[in-house]
């Protein structure tokens, strides 16, 4: 008993917290650095989703979200990576040793897409549980769609994303802009 508690303890946790990323929000980094608490290594995996007609490219999601936790402080940089990956979570979950996938959870909105999801990769895989962590109180409206809607229609998008992604998003945005009217 107590050898097998031992074992269990002294194994790193390993953390995944799979999403789009396009672009990361304040809600992210916050889920990011509460992550941190829970587990010893956090993977950040940002999903390729081809379906998902993302603003920014895989690698330019990728580079930003490693340009925020560069920016957050030394200490969280070491415990977490970023990476991009394809295919099904738990075969990605799988590949990375994860014990845990983090997820972030805003009141309301994100409960039944997420219930299904949980249940379903529960069956794919029980040994790996998903955690999740209540968005806190003054992000708990922000998300990467709205952050990208308002932007395009001129609105402020400072009080929800880091200086930097303001600037990617707001050069981004204006490309697709110029774009359009040539059309
Ligand atoms: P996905 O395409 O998987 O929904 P997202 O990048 O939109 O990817 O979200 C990734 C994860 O981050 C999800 O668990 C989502 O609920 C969570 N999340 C997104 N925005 C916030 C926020 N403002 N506060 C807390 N969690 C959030």
């Known amino acids: 008993m107590t050898t097998r508690r031992t074992a269990r303890t002294n194994s790193p946790r390993v953390g995944l917290y799979p999403g789009s990323f396009d672009p990361p929000t304040n809600g992210h980094l916050d889920i990011i650095r509460r992550a941190t608490r829970v587990v010893n ?3 950040v995996g940002v999903a390729i989703n081809a379906g998902k ?4 490219s895989i690698e330019e999601r990728v580079a930003i ?4 936790i560069a920016s957050i402080n030394a200490g969280l940089a070491s415990k977490v990576e970023v990476r991009s990956f394809e295919g099904l979570l738990m075969h990605y979950a799988r590949e990375v040793r994860a014990s845990v996938i983090i997820r972030g959870l805003r009141a309301v909105t994100d409960f039944d897409y997420e219930f299904q999801m949980t249940g379903m990769n529960a069956r794919l895989d029980p040994s790996i549980e998903t955690v999740f962590l209540m968005a806190s109180e003054s992000h708990q409206f922000i998300s990467s769609r709205l952050v990208k809607e308002v932007g395009a229609l001129g ?3 400072r009080p929800f994303v880091s200086p930097n992604v303001a600037k990617h998003l707001q050069k ?3 490309e697709r802009a110029k774009k359009a009217k040539r059309r």
Do not use: M, N
């Not at 007609?53 to 920014?56: A, I, S, V």
């Not at 979200?65 to 925020?68: C, I, L, N, T």
């Open 41 to 43: 290594t956090l993977i």
């Open 65 to 68: 979200v490693k340009q925020e």
């Open 53 to 56: 007609d993302p603003l920014f």
């Open 155 to 157: 609105g402020d998008i």
């Open 172 to 174: 981004r945005l204006a």
